[in-house]
Each structure stands twice: as structure tokens, then as C-alpha cells.
């Protein structure tokens, strides 16, 4: 168990729809990021929080926008979903800005677009 | 910027057979290296890290990988496989945790 708690754990919707996923980063660590797993794509670093500030911003789509909370939970929300959105997201999280901290990642959320 | 290319995109073998998985980066600075594991319907693991010191780093289940400044290129190793091992394998480098395209181990009896 890495700690990372990702909710749900699947989600099923329609193209146009809106959904919010949800991280909760391991206990202490400051740290959130997003990353979007698909087969074409392979592992696509999305964007990094780091106690509570943008820390950075990878091939995130302009539909796609995240905040970290007071409490460093993260959230990530999709809008105007399309059926290429359908993929595993991951939160990770580490202790520190990154570099040399090791991620520890979530299960995922699998979000399916139909 | 930094980038991270793992040269083989599946990679099969026979049980207690060795097995390399390679991995190359571009970086004009000093760099992190990890290598990550992912079971099937899991979240990715850390397998092991090199931050400095010994070039040779070991994970606690056999694997180890050697960071060579020279060509670039940390390769991931084990002596002997076990059908377990079968899982997709990530090299990430530092600086915004960067994961290669990722390789697929697959461990035949």
C-alpha cells in the first residue's frame, strides 16, 4: 500500500460530460501530481503541485485543470470529455519538490468516455 | 530539457533466464535516475533509485541497474527471472518525473 488514495476507482460517462477525480497524497508528503496512462500514449506527466502552488505543467489539456487544497489533497477535473480522454489517471506524490523524491503512486481512477 | 528512452518496448524470457531492460537519457546536468514497477492493474512501484554515490544500485527483489555517465544509460538487470516479474517496467530521470515509453517484461515458464 503506497498510501496514495485515489477515488473512484472507475468511471463511466458520456462525451461532453464533466468529472472531478480525487487524490489524497501519502501522510507528509507535499507533492501531487497528475499523470494520464493509455496505450497509445504511454505514461503522460500532466502537472505538479507543491503545497498547494502549480509547481509544474506537462501536456495537460486546456480542458483539463487541477488544484491542491489547504489540506494537499488534490483534485483533477476533465471537462467537454471526449472519447480520446478515456484512460487511467494516477496521482503520485512525493515529499518534496521533486528531483531526486521518489513518486508514490495511487491505483488510479480508470474513466472510461462513451 | 531532460528526456529518457527505453529502447525495447516488450521484452520476453524463459523463467530463471537473465534479463536487461534498457534505458537511455539526455541530460546536460546532473540527473536522478529510478526505475519503476507496474503490475497489472496496480499503480506504479519504485523498484530502485540512484541519487549518487555507487554506480550499482540493488533493489531488495534481485534487480539492479548501473548508472554509466559515460554512454548515458542506466540498465535495469537480473540475473535469474521469476514468472513474478512479469509487470511493465519505467525509467524516469529527474527534474518533472518524466517516465519513458515503458517495458513489458513477460516471463514464460
Known amino acids: 500500500d503506497s498510501g496514495v488514495t485515489q477515488t473512484p476507482k472507475h468511471l463511466i460517462t458520456a462525451t461532453g460530460q464533466r468529472v472531478t477525480l480525487r487524490c489524497s497524497p501519502r501522510?507528509?508528503?507535499?507533492?501531487v501530481y497528475w499523470y494520464q496512462q493509455s496505450l497509445d500514449q504511454g505514461l503522460q506527466f500532466l502537472i505538479q503541485y507543491y503545497n498547494g502552488e502549480e509547481r509544474a505543467k506537462g501536456n495537460i489539456l486546456e480542458r483539463f485543470s487541477a488544484q491542491q487544497f489547504p489540506d494537499l489533497h488534490s483534485e483533477l477535473n476533465l471537462s467537454s470529455l471526449e472519447l480520446g480522454d478515456s484512460a487511467l489517471y494516477f496521482c503520485?506524490?512525493?515529499?518534496?519538490?521533486?528531483?531526486?523524491?521518489?513518486?508514490?503512486f495511487g491505483n488510479g481512477t480508470r474513466l472510461t468516455v462513451t | 530539457a531532460q528526456s529518457v528512452t527505453q529502447l525495447d518496448s516488450q521484452v520476453p524470457v524463459f523463467e530463471e533466464a537473465p534479463v536487461e531492460l534498457r534505458c537511455n537519457y539526455s541530460s546536460s546536468v546532473s540527473v536522478y535516475l529510478f526505475w519503476y514497477v507496474q503490475y497489472p492493474n496496480q499503480g506504479l512501484q519504485l523498484l530502485l533509485k540512484y541519487l549518487s554515490g555507487s554506480t550499482l544500485v540493488e533493489s531488495i527483489n534481485g534487480f539492479e541497474a548501473e548508472f554509466n555517465k559515460s554512454q548515458t544509460s542506466f540498465h535495469l538487470r537480473k540475473p535469474s527471472v521469476h514468472i513474478s516479474d512479469t509487470a511493465e517496467y519505467f525509467c524516469a530521470v529527474s527534474s518533472d518525473m518524466r517516465f519513458g515509453a515503458g517495458t513489458r517484461l513477460t516471463v514464460k515458464p
Open positions: 501522510s507528509g508528503d507535499l507533492s
Open positions: 503520485a506524490s512525493s515529499i518534496g519538490q521533486g528531483y531526486n523524491s521518489p513518486l508514490h
